[in-house]
């Protein structure tokens, strides 16, 4: 039983014909469950103490945005981990700042749906209707680095900057990189604390976690994953792969040509 959640609570919830109902289709894997004309703060209370007794990872759909993101309040305060996957913010086909939080919460939240790392994720069905790329894909365009792997210094500031990091001085907020001689200081989105990655010539030697505030943490691990920043990562092949379709698009070769600088850039 899930820490937080009582046996007796579970038990009261279990004898509910209406939650039981939905803990048997849980139980035996019958998915999708439509739930209508219920309590939220109720309902999310609820699911989290059935779904304490199964191993099943859950996606839970709510009509609107605002709902999404009330419901996943609400199993938070019934102890859930919780993981919110935002819709992309204003009108569409509306340009986002390239540095929008929007563009670091959606790709860390499909960075953990391909790696499965998560028990209970919340999504509003407006979000639910937007493309996104598969999760191989995603896992494609994940760097994973461990203590004792060889991995070339030089290369890794296109390779960061492919994903979406921006290269500063000295790492602040997440989504920055700082390269300076064999150590890479990143501050990868979804956590509260940066990395610094030492390299001894190609080889990674330690890997340890800082407070980018103040500069100072000497939290050892012993690998680190670093997502990308961009739903679609775009390189040269993929451009180019683009180009060879252009011809379906009733735009000028200029305007194309624009585009597709600003994919590389």
Partial sequence: MKPGIPQALFETISRNPALAAIHAQIERGEFPIHLQNSENALLAFSLVALLA??????????????????????????????????????APYKSIPSRSRVFTERTSALARFAEGDYRIAVISARTLAIPVPPPEYVRAHTL???VGAQFEPTQISGALAELGYLRVPSVNFPG???????????????????????????????????????QSG??????????????????????????RHAAEFSMSDARLDQLFDKLLN
Wanted: cysteine-free; overall charge negative; hydrophobic content about 40%.
């Fill in 218 to 243: 000497n939290v050892k691990l012993d690998r680190i994953s670093i997502r990308p920043l961009k739903e679609v990562v775009w390189n040269r092949d993929s451009v180019e792969r683009v180009k």
């Fill in 176 to 214: 920055e990189f700082a390269m300076r001689g064999e150590v890479l200081d990143i501050f990868v989105p979804g956590g509260p604390l940066a990395t610094r990655i030492h390299f001894d010539f190609d080889t990674i030697e330690k890997i340890t976690q800082f407070d980018a505030t103040t």
């Fill in 53 to 90: 007794t199964t191993r099943r990872k859950s996606i839970i759909v709510l009509p609107s945005d605002q709902e999404a993101e009330e419901f996943g309040r609400d199993l938070e305060l019934a102890h859930a981990n919780v993981l919110n996957f935002p819709s992309w913010t204003g």
């Fill in 144 to 146: 994973h680095l461990k």
